[in-house]
């Protein structure tokens, strides 16, 4: 069965820069195992391809717990250089939600 991971998780975006965090965080600790088991730097990559330019480097907060995407070159250049509508990536943390996984 494949679920999206908006249907076992939520998300939070950050910025710096040009620089854009993801975090993800499941509903019930018990999916963390599958979150961190299906959810690797190379499938969040591949998903946000049209977006993300730069490497995506994945940190595992397991006393949260979360995952953590550190997303390089995905705000086209940044809060004040950027003529996109979302200069925050505040949009990319839903983004991230659509993912499909195996549940």
Not at 59 to 88: K, N, R
Request: proline residues 4%; negative net charge.
């Amino acid at each position: 069965m494949t679920i999206k991971l908006y249907d076992i998780a939520h998300s939070r975006a950050g910025d710096k820069g040009n620089t854009l965090t993801l975090s993800l965080i499941p509903f019930k600790a018990d999916d963390y195992p599958l979150l961190c088991a299906q959810v690797t730097a190379e499938t969040v990559k591949q998903h946000l391809s049209a977006i993300v330019a730069g490497e995506i480097t994945r940190y595992e907060l397991p006393h949260l717990p979360a995952l953590q995407f550190v997303c390089q070159q995905a705000l086209t250049g940044g809060v004040t250089t950027s003529l996109t509508m979302d200069t925050h990536g505040k949009s990319l943390s839903y983004a991230l939600l659509e993912l499909w996984i195996e549940g």
